[in-house]
């Protein structure tokens, strides 16, 4: 599949195809031995609420829904004692879905160039995100992205850790 990513909010009338997509990213996830996502988290609830505090985007490729991130400025307790370098706000990505037949289509990336030129938008030069860690492809295309790694949480009763990175948006900016 070829072409631009294009990305906007998610609309109420897409939660449905939303949430079936992310049910196929999850399915996806657990054949490469990630069970970062279950029955438990995310739920359909937690897009919904994205969606209406208008915190969901969603990004097309070819006309179809290819996948969706939470962009906001929430973070989760557990990030306060880890060793930052940047000060809040902080723009955090969470919920990031890609459809699996989307995958390596660079929807991530472009997802992550979005929540960027958001923060930069809204004068806040600090991003940041956690994922589990077996989650080998997201934590890729986070060091892709430019993110540094701060350290490592505990979070939704999971055994294995989630890493926790940052982008420090002031430090690109000089010379």
């Known amino acids: 599949m070829t072409g631009e990513v294009t990305i906007r909010p998610a609309r109420r009338e897409e ?5 079936a997509m992310v049910g196929r990213a999850v399915a996806h996830m ?6 970062q996502w279950g029955e438990d988290y995310p739920t359909r609830d ?13 990004a097309f490729l070819g006309g179809k829904l290819a996948g969706v991130a939470c962009v906001n400025t929430s973070e989760s307790p557990e990030y306060d004692p880890l060793p930052w370098t940047t000060s809040r706000p902080a723009v955090v990505i969470h919920r990031m ?23 930069r938008r809204r004068g806040i030069a600090a991003m940041r995100i956690d994922t589990y860690s077996l989650n080998d492809r ?29 982008k420090d948006l002031h430090q690109e900016e000089q010379p």
């Not at 937690?46 to 969603?58: H, S």
């Not at 295309?141 to 790694?149: D, E, N, P, Y």
């Open 30 to 35: 657990n054949q490469l031995g990630n069970p």
């Open 138 to 166: 997201m934590q890729a295309l986070i060091r892709k992205m430019g993110f540094s790694k701060v350290g490592e949480i505990h979070l939704h009763g999971r055994p294995l850790t989630y890493p926790c990175f940052e």
């Open 97 to 119: 879905a890609i459809d699996p037949t989307f995958q390596r289509h660079g929807v991530g990336s472009a997802l992550f160039a979005f929540a960027e030129e958001e923060a």
């Open 15 to 19: 939660l449905e195809e939303i949430w």
């Open 46 to 58: 937690f897009y919904a609420g994205d969606m209406n505090r208008g915190e969901l985007y969603a």
